[in-house]
């Protein structure tokens, strides 16, 4: 049972350039959540989903895009990076909205 | 708008002192809350949770906390504070998002020092 898992753990885009982040959750939950870190701001929620098929936009979605396919994965697309994209990136998942949210260990991004 | 503020974006405590981080919300429903533990260069982690029933919650770690609905307030604490303890501490509230779906607001954030 890993839990949920984020790739890469760290990458260094050019402005313009695109990526995928990757996560993956093994523990059958319906809601996942992609969120972002800066420092002393807290989290910030991107979007998330409520199973597979369905998403929805949070408090800071611009310059990204999600989908949700299947159950266990939940990838974050940057289509034109930025530098106030650069940030470091948690994906987590739930069973229901008052369970715990569990989070995979980041992803680091740096846009240049 | 509903809001979590985290009172001291630093908090030193010296080893074995009382550790008292506090957390305010607003809402105007009543809400799900939430302390999670960072430490360096790691995701987050629960510690302990408030949804309904005892107002005083007690998580991992020693740690616990008390809903006080009448001061809006969900201050952690632990009687006697550990080096191991030293990390960032957020509070996070769920609130209704679309309808049933949720969505946690988090504080800023509480980094804790400990001094041996």
Redesign the interface.
């Known amino acids: 049972n890993a839990g949920v898992t984020q790739t890469p753990k760290f990458r260094i885009l050019k402005i313009g350039q695109s990526m995928t982040l990757q996560c993956a959750q093994d523990m059958n939950h319906n809601y996942m959540y992609w969120y972002r870190q800066d420092p002393g701001m807290g989290l910030k929620l991107i979007y998330y989903s409520v199973g597979a098929g369905i998403t929805d936009k949070g408090e800071v979605p611009n310059g990204y895009n999600v989908s949700r396919s299947t159950t266990e994965d939940f990838p974050l697309r940057l289509e034109l990076a930025a530098p106030s994209q650069t940030s470091v990136y948690f994906c987590a998942s739930s069973y229901s909205i008052k369970e715990t949210q569990y989070f995979g260990p980041g992803t680091r991004l740096l846009v240049l | 708008a509903q809001s979590?503020t985290q009172l001291g974006?630093h908090v030193s405590v010296s080893e074995g002192a009382l550790v008292l981080l506090r957390c305010n919300y607003s809402s105007s429903v009543p809400p799900?809350l939430?302390w999670?533990v960072q430490y360096p260069?790691?995701?987050?982690?629960?510690l302990l949770?408030y949804?309904t029933g005892a107002t005083l919650v007690k998580g991992i770690n020693g740690f616990e906390a008390e809903f006080k609905k009448s001061e809006t307030s969900f201050h952690l604490t632990k009687p006697s504070a550990h080096m191991s303890d030293a990390a960032e501490y957020?509070c996070a509230v769920?609130l209704?998002?679309?309808g049933?779906?949720?969505?946690?607001i988090?504080?800023?954030?509480t980094k804790l020092s400990v001094k041996p």
């Open positions: 979590v974006s799900y939430f999670y260069n790691q995701g987050l982690q629960l949770k949804t957020f769920s209704p998002l679309g049933s779906q949720g969505n946690l988090f504080g800023k954030g």
